[in-house]
C-alpha cells in the first residue's frame, strides 16, 4: 500500500538513523574545535614553557638550557603531528560508510585546510605568527595516518625502509663517484653502500620467492 523509498548508499549521511550519521561526524568537528582553542594566543611558546619545562628539566637533569628548550619545541611539533593525525582518522571514519571502501581524499582535504585555517587565525594573534612549515607539518602528519590506515602499518613500513634503502645505496654511490673524482676520503661509504645494495638484493629475493 505504502510506496518504499531507496536511499542512496553512496554518501558518508546515507543511513535510516540521522541521528548515528550525526554522531559519526560529531568527533572529528569537537577534535577541531579543540584545535582551533589550542591555536589561541594563550597556547604560545612561552605560555607551554613553564608548563612543560619543569617535568623535561626533572626527566633529564644533565641536560642544558638549550637542549630543554629544543626538546619542548620538539614536543610542541609532537603535538601537531598528534593533533592532525587523530583528525584525520576522525574524518575518514565519519566518512566510510559501512561496508564500503574507506575514504581518504575528503579527510585529507579537511586536515589540511584545518591546518590552513589554524595557522591563519594565529597570525591574527598578538602572541603567534602563522608558519607555513607547520601546514606541511600537519599534512604530512594526517597523510601518514591515513596511509597507515588504508594500507596497514606493516606494508608501509616495508614501502618506507624500502625507499630508505634505495637511498642509501644510489645515494651513496653518488657520494662515492664524488669522492673518488675529489680524491677525498669517502670512509664508512666503503661499508654502508655495498651493504645498502646488498639489502636490497636480498629482499628483492625474498619478494620474489614469496
Not at 8 to 19: I, K, M
Not at 84 to 107: E, I, K, N
Not at 164 to 182: F, P
Amino acid at each position: 500500500m505504502f510506496s518504499e523509498r531507496k536511499l542512496s548508499t553512496s554518501g558518508p549521511c546515507a543511513t535510516l538513523d540521522p541521528v548515528t550519521t550525526a554522531l559519526r561526524f560529531l568527533p572529528p568537528l569537537a577534535w577541531s574545535a579543540l584545535i582551533a582553542w589550542f591555536s589561541g594566543a594563550g597556547w604560545h611558546g612561552g605560555a607551554t614553557t613553564p608548563l612543560l619545562e619543569p617535568w623535561l628539566r626533572a626527566l633529564w637533569r644533565w641536560a642544558t638550557p638549550e637542549q630543554i628548550a629544543g626538546a619542548h619545541w620538539l614536543l610542541r611539533k609532537t603535538g601537531h603531528v598528534v593533533e592532525y593525525a587523530v583528525l584525520a582518522l576522525l574524518w575518514r571514519r565519519a566518512f566510510t560508510v559501512p561496508g564500503a571502501p574507506a575514504r581518504w581524499r575528503r579527510p585529507l582535504a579537511l586536515a589540511a585546510l584545518t591546518a590552513v585555517l589554524d595557522e591563519a587565525h594565529q597570525a591574527t594573534t598578538l602572541t603567534r605568527e602563522g608558519s607555513v612549515a607547520d601546514v606541511l607539518l600537519d599534512g604530512a602528519a594526517a597523510a601518514a595516518a591515513l596511509l597507515v590506515a588504508t594500507r596497514g602499518a606493516g606494508r608501509v613500513a616495508d614501502g618506507l625502509a624500502w625507499i630508505l634503502l634505495w637511498a642509501a645505496a644510489a645515494g651513496g654511490t653518488v657520494l662515492l663517484a664524488i669522492d673518488l673524482a675529489a680524491a677525498a676520503p669517502s670512509g664508512w661509504l666503503w661499508l654502508s653502500v655495498p651493504a645498502a645494495w646488498l639489502a636490497l638484493w636480498v629482499w628483492r629475493r625474498r619478494r620474489a620467492r614469496a
